[in-house]
């Protein structure tokens, strides 16, 4: 799953482990652990020469660095084992690191979440109270961009609008069952 | 629901009568009746005049010119006749027509249908045998254009890649019966 800073993914996110029982990809970072985080739960928080050692040893399934300073990445190994005991496991993930994925597995579902408009996204990127001016001004302009890439990208099998939260989270757990009741794509459809 | 030519709309909204006891709403039209269509049952074919009579008397919910040529419109009597009956109905339009109806019909479903990507877009419109080369590509133009107005329009509550229709349909199914099954939005998210 992806989506902008500010677009209510986080929240989706929550409500998806709940309805589906599903696993949370735990990502690993360099950046900076805040009080609040927990080692294992919210992030592996490694250090750089530690990331570089799982990226030689292609332990990520895909990684990123991020506003050009720290780095992220999906540990591979616990999606696999998760997948592997029949779990749906939810990554939240950005366009570059989708883009990453869909190569290793072209048949994992990709959903990007989107703002009702631009204005409302600037609006909850201010409310969140979270940031100064620089940095709600910097969000919004990588958040613009993200989209862009989104819809160009050609990762995404869909995009729901977060206007009503409610509903966009039962959008998405139904598209999810959905993807679950299809099964994996037919064979005419693989041809690209 | 809207998405450009060739990317399997029509299919798609078929199923959705047969799955949601859907009714489809039937276009007024001025473009010429071909062989294949019954009056009533894929359009209705009105003159011109007729046409604008229609206009000026408001019977229209959203009404269009396409290719600068014919015009299109979605009779708002039938489609309220059948709303109150507590069916859910189908309307098969372009972006400019779904920002109409948006702006009388502010809590309709908007979904949008993507193709792949845009060599995926070409290929199914040349495979249709329907149209010369000019016609395709003035097609795939106007499907580029309406694509990309659509994502900027901010009418559209979700957007599905039909990659694989089976898939594709589900997906829009299950989105309207979660959207039926979410009811109207709630009042924090009107205040735009």
Chains 1, 2 share one sequence.
Request: net charge neutral; glycine share 8%; aromatic share 8%.
């Amino acid at each position: 799953m992806s989506g902008p800073s500010g677009v209510g993914k986080t929240s989706i996110i929550h409500s998806m482990l709940d309805r589906l029982g599903a696993a949370f990809s735990v990502s690993a970072t360099t950046r900076p652990q805040s009080d609040k985080e927990r080692h294992g739960v919210d992030y592996f928080f490694i250090s750089k020469d530690e990331f570089q050692r799982w990226v030689d040893a292609g332990r990520f399934l895909e990684y990123a660095q991020v506003f050009g300073r720290n780095w992220y990445g999906t540990p591979r190994d616990a999606v696999e084992e998760q997948l592997g005991q029949g779990k749906v496991v939810v990554l939240d993930i950005d366009v570059q690191g989708a883009a990453q994925v869909k190569r290793s597995m072209p048949d994992a579902f990709f959903i990007f979440i989107l703002p009702p408009s631009d204005a409302e996204l600037l609006r909850r990127l201010r409310d969140r109270g979270r940031d100064d001016a620089d940095s709600i001004e910097r969000r919004h302009a990588e958040a613009r961009k993200e989209i862009g890439f989104a819809h160009e990208s050609g990762v995404y099998d869909a995009f729901v609008v977060n206007d009503d939260l409610a509903r966009a989270t039962n959008e998405v757990e139904s598209l999810v069952r959905a993807r679950i009741a299809s099964g994996p794509a037919s064979i005419a459809s693989r041809r690209r």
